[in-house]
């Protein structure tokens, strides 16, 4: 089973829709998470950190749900600029690198 | 800009034939991770270098080495290159070991095998 399982798209959302991203992970030892954004053909850069509380970056929110081993990121007035792939990450306990998921392709639509 | 720098940024190579991929971590950063990303799949880990030393791999096969130098760049090799190792490669540096340190990845360099 994978560690980090994501529904892949892609998401073709109109200008100012709002839209939300699973991810589930299956390892009960992960510590860490994380959204990273992907552009096309360009590297993989931090969005933002996923706490248990919840957090929330300007039109971005990200949620997490350790008893169900669940992320979340929701997009709020989505712009054409968030067009992107979106990459649910995760650590875990003895291990030093990131798991990435396959990511969930995203385009917002004029 | 992350201040890691990888080159270069596409080549081709025929199967069979050995390949390296180069990076220059950010300064001050004494770690270097690899990533392999094939195409419409996330980046998969492939190892990680601290104090010129291996520290941890992925499920990657022998034929993938690499080297890490006293100024902290690091050197990824591919050896007998098959088709499926046609992706764009991923040098990522941090400030220690831990995953839980932020990494700042470089652009990355695109290898096709031909």
């Known amino acids: 089973r994978k560690e980090v399982e994501q529904d892949p798209g892609p998401f073709n959302v109109p200008e100012g829709a709002t839209v939300a991203f699973n991810c589930t992970y299956s390892?009960?030892?992960?510590?860490?998470f994380f959204w990273y954004r992907q552009d096309c053909r360009k590297e993989p850069k931090l969005l933002m950190s996923?706490?248990?509380s919840g957090n929330e970056d300007g039109r971005f929110t990200a949620q997490l749900n350790r008893a169900s081993q669940y992320i979340s990121l929701l997009i709020r007035d989505s712009k054409l600029s968030d067009s992107a792939t979106y990459l649910c990450?995760?650590?875990?306990?003895?291990?030093?690198?990131?798991?990435f998921g396959t990511g969930t392709r995203l385009t917002v639509i004029p | 800009e992350t201040g890691v720098t990888q080159s270069p940024t596409h080549l081709i190579k025929t199967r069979g034939q050995q390949v390296t991929l180069r990076c220059s971590s950010q300064?001050?950063?004494?770690?270097v991770s690899w990533y392999q990303q094939a195409l419409g799949q996330g980046p998969q880990f492939i190892f990680q270098?601290?104090?010129?030393?291996?520290?941890g791999r992925g499920n990657f096969p022998p034929r993938f080495s690499g080297l890490q130098f006293p100024n902290y760049s690091s050197e990824l090799n591919v050896n007998a290159l098959e088709l499926d190792d046609s992706a764009l490669y991923l040098c990522?540096?941090?400030?220690?070991?831990?995953?839980?340190?932020?990494?700042?990845f470089g652009e990355g360099s695109w290898l096709t095998v031909v």
């Open positions: 390892n009960s030892a992960s510590q860490s």
């Open positions: 996923v706490y248990s």
């Open positions: 300064s001050g950063h004494n770690t």
């Open positions: 990522a540096s941090s400030r220690g070991t831990g995953a839980g340190n932020t990494i700042y």
């Open positions: 990450v995760v650590t875990r306990s003895g291990a030093n690198n990131l798991f």
């Open positions: 270098y601290y104090r010129e030393e291996e520290n």
